[in-house]
């Protein structure tokens, strides 16, 4: 018997209505109706177009999500992946119902799990035992289910002492730790988690990572929405890329995000490889950031071994002291290192003259094929006021040509985020007859 | 054909009537937290704490026996004005408690609507069932006083038709369920009806026997108060406990059954066709 989803999702499709409305809704139900009686197509339903949010449209309707077809399997950990608005989180709540599809089905074997924020419904009157029941059974277990893990929740939570104690008495840490145990020890067939969840301190998120690579070890069903492109590739086998309310592409989960990286949506403001802003009246702000090869040429793709350098401009208004320029280098979304200009070269964390700088970073040659971004920022040190910041401004593309002299096969994607040229100093051998 | 395989289909389509009790009965224990939340909310950190349960009513019973019965000098049917216009108000309270909140249960509930599923219908379940809970501990005041005008001197009028009230309390619950879905469900769409449900309530009171006896009304007016199905309910609980000229007949009782069970039915669908939505919207 061939294997069946545990998820299927057949044409589906969700209308929203944007912009004002509520009080003029009469009207137009008297008109749909008006329409209909006289035997008419709905005026309203046939205008709806697909969802580009940077392209007016001409209706206040629009396809949140169209004819969306995908199945899941079990045991596959699906990171939902697209910019801002391409649906994903829409899709997330259609498949958990919190709210219903406008045409189209979908089809779920087993328990579902949402974890589309932590905490929901808990009451601060409530103590913290009472809130574990009140959310466990909000999140679909039984007083039973959530009596049998009580210690255990409260353990991970790390809350013992303050169990009887209302809620609205802890700290936000707590209260988030607390809501963050109870939906751990879900034990659903199927979790669908959104990125939401990861807000919080570093040490919580990696908790939550951790925690969802161990439920996916379990063999469980993780669909998973994040652009944190980083965890997505860490925790999924399967990725399913959202482009305006459609899915663009489906597969795995690294042909996905290279299909995502590839295409000019990756950051709002990233697809090129330089860029220029506006004077500003900012007391330091850039004003280009680009990439180039080593004669000064700004262009997209570079070659593994090409001499890669960022270019900056910035200015400085005033006469300005403790300033520090620094770039972030990502690839595929994963930091690769940051640096300041201050950091070989204390000179520079006393007085920069007004005007404008111009400056060139040389990349280190070491760097793996992929699609990288740079980022840069101009901040206050000791005070740590940001006076600009450019996220993921320019991307270029570092591709890889070399063939490996041995293993072909693994020319291209070694393991590790650098590909540094490493030195084998043989200091004894036989020596050959 | 239906395929057996799936546990769950969603599909945009919403069948006339769907109760769906096995789901709500799977969520018994969800229905369960939220009586007690709403409970325990309702008295922490309060000194008197659930003893509030008795003074609320027993405080408007004396207002109202005061201003109406004394001031006013509405008769009531020969019933101890105490007691009359305590019968009436516990019955009122747990009505018009049960309706309002269950008007406002999207308004109320949105942000855990909007993050996780359970079957909507839990809430106003809950609600209901929370005051109905209330309800139950205020008829044993309702008793206790009772009791205190018998060894006052009262005459026991009590008589069969009390053996009624479990059958009253969920009539008048399903009333004010029923009445709360259909406004809850309609205020997702036309907000302006928020304004209408506190003058809508308010009317509900004045055409229902709570301050003035139905007997006293002028029989042109009667038809007001009849077409309320709470009319019918309330009359029957006054005439069960304390008889005296309370206007009872089955045929009101009928009509207040058949018509809350139609309520409750126009209600639930109304309640099914939004609960899908309403987080768009709302």
Same mark, same amino acid.
């Given at each position: ?120 419904? $808990? ?220 950091? /070989? ?23 793996? +094929? ?64 | 054909?239906? /395929? ?35 409970? +325990? ?12 349960? $008795? ?15 004394? @001031? ?59 005051? @109905? ?8 005041? $309702? ?140």
């Amino acid at each position: 018997m061939s294997r069946r989803p545990i998820i299927s999702v057949e044409d589906m499709s969700k209308l929203y209505q944007i912009g004002q409305f509520g009080t003029g809704a009469l009207s137009s139900d008297l008109k749909r109706w008006w329409y209909k009686v006289r035997g008419k197509d709905d005026p309203f339903l046939v205008m709806g177009e697909t969802n580009d949010r940077a392209t007016g449209g001409n209706s206040n309707l629009v396809w949140a999500l169209k004819d969306i077809n995908f199945d899941v399997y079990e045991g596959d950990v699906v990171g939902l992946v697209g910019k801002n608005g391409a649906g994903k989180s829409t899709l997330l709540k259609v498949l958990s119902k919190v709210t219903g599809p406008t045409t189209g089905a979908i089809k779920i074997k087993g328990r579902v799990a949402s974890m589309l924020e932590v905490g929901t419904g $808990f009451h601060p009157e409530l103590t913290g035992r009472e809130n574990i029941f009140l959310n466990g059974t909000i999140l679909g277990m039984t007083r039973k289910e959530v009596a049998s893990k009580l210690d255990s929740i409260v353990d991970f939570a790390g809350v013992a002492r303050y169990l009887d104690t209302p809620t609205k008495r802890y700290s936000s840490g707590m209260t988030v730790r607390l809501a963050f145990a109870v939906a751990a020890h879900l034990e659903p067939e199927i979790l669908l988690v959104d990125e939401v969840l990861a807000v919080g301190d570093a040490e919580f998120q990696k908790k939550c990572i951790g925690k969802m690579g161990e439920v996916s070890n379990e063999g469980r069903t993780i669909v998973f929405v994040s652009h944190n492109l980083g965890s997505v590739k860490r925790l999924c086998k399967r990725g399913i890329l959202l482009r305006n309310g459609q899915v663009a592409f489906q597969g795995s989960v690294d042909e996905t995000l290279e299909k995502y990286l590839n295409s000019n949506e990756w950051s709002d403001n990233g697809q090129q490889n330089k860029i220029t802003y506006k004077e500003k009246e900012s007391l330091a702000h850039f004003l280009e950031i680009g990439v180039e090869n080593g004669h000064g040429e700004s262009k997209p793709n570079y070659r593994y071994g090409e001499k890669i350098q960022i270019a900056l401009k910035y200015n400085i208004r005033d006469e300005a002291r403790n300033l520090i320029v620094g770039m972030t280098l990502k690839r595929n979304g994963e930091t690769i290192f940051l640096t300041y200009d201050t950091d /070989d070269n204390e000179e520079l964390t006393g007085k920069r003259m007004p005007g404008e700088y111009s400056v060139k970073i040389n990349l280190p040659n070491f760097l793996k +094929a992929g699609i990288y971004t740079v980022s840069t920022i101009i901040k206050e040190h000791g005070n740590y006021i940001t006076r600009d910041e450019k996220i993921d401004a320019v991307k270029f593309t570092l591709e890889d040509f070399n063939v490996d002299t041995v293993n072909k096969s693994f020319h291209l994607d070694k393991p590790g985020i650098i590909k540094p040229s490493i030195q084998w100093q043989f200091v004894d051998y036989p020596v050959t007859v | 054909m239906k /395929d057996k395989y799936w546990d769950s289909v969603i599909t945009p389509k919403v069948p006339l009537i769907d109760l769906r009790l096995q789901e709500v009965l799977n969520y018994r224990d969800l229905l369960y937290m939220f009586v007690k939340r709403d409970i +325990a909310q309702f008295y922490k950190q309060t000194v008197l704490g659930p003893l509030w349960f $008795f003074i609320q009513p027993l405080l408007t019973t004396i207002v109202f026996t005061v201003v109406f019965g004394g @001031m006013v000098g509405i008769k009531t049917d020969g019933i101890p004005p105490m007691l009359f216009y305590l019968a009436g108000i516990t019955f009122w309270n747990f009505f018009s408690e049960s309706l309002n909140k269950c008007a406002t249960v999207y308004k109320d509930h949105q942000h855990v609507f909007g993050k996780v599923y359970f079957p909507r219908m839990v809430v106003p379940l809950s609600i209901v069932a929370t005051n @109905m809970l209330k309800l139950c501990v205020q008829f044993l005041l $309702f008793i206790v006083v009772y009791i205190i005008f018998i060894f006052k001197g009262m005459p026991i009028e009590i008589n069969g038709i009390a053996l009624l009230f479990p059958i009253l309390i969920l009539l008048t619950g399903a009333l004010g369920l029923g009445l709360g879905l259909m406004v809850t469900a309609a205020t997702t769409k036309y907000r302006d009806l928020n304004f209408l449900v506190t003058f809508g309530v308010q009317l509900i009171m004045y055409i229902t026997p709570i301050i003035y006896p139905l007997s006293k009304v002028p029989e042109k007016y009667q038809i007001f108060a009849l077409i309320n199905p709470l009319t019918g309910i309330v009359e029957t609980f006054k005439y069960g406990f304390l008889g005296g000229e309370t206007v009872f007949s089955w045929m009101y009782l009928l009509y207040s059954t058949v018509s809350t069970i139609i309520c409750l039915l126009i209600g639930i669908n109304f309640f099914n066709r939004t609960e899908r939505n309403f987080i768009d919207v709302i």
